[in-house]
């Protein structure tokens, strides 16, 4: 079992950055990748961006490409979305995700862990 925990999140003004870190213990060993999904108020839960574990290949939503960047510590098991030129539509709760399994790397039910969530609020 893997066992998630967030950190970072906050308030910041339009424009602004934030970094989230998720660190991930328990069966860490061989798991296929980490993503980042987010739920806005009133809002279903949104991909936002996956890595692979092994190879770091990346995707992420059209609506962050090219202000998020999201990476990987396979040594500390640590997981990081930097977002840059956040927007007031980028509030939202983020939740780190790991799957053990291959699978859609932008579905949820890829996944099979899930952390705590971690709130960002972009002012306008």
């Known amino acids: 079992q893997v066992q998630l925990v967030e950190s970072g999140g906050g308030l910041v003004q339009a424009g602004g950055s934030l970094r989230l870190s998720c660190a991930a213990s328990?069966?860490?060993?061989?798991?296929?990748?980490m993503g980042w999904f987010r739920r806005a108020p009133g809002k279903e839960r949104e991909f936002v961006a996956a890595?692979?574990?092994?190879?770091?290949?990346?995707e992420y939503a059209d609506s962050v490409k090219g202000r998020f960047t999201i990476s990987r510590d396979n040594a500390k098991n640590i997981g990081n979305l930097q977002m840059n030129s956040l927007k007031p539509e980028d509030t939202a709760v983020y939740y780190c995700?790991?799957?053990?399994?291959?699978?859609?790397?932008?579905?949820?039910?890829?996944?099979?862990?899930w952390g705590q969530g971690a709130q960002v609020t972009g002012s306008s």
């Open positions: 328990g069966r860490t060993s061989g798991g296929y990748a």
């Open positions: 995700a790991a799957a053990l399994r291959p699978g859609g790397m932008r579905s949820d039910s890829t996944y099979n862990a």
């Open positions: 890595i692979l574990w092994t190879f770091g290949v990346s």
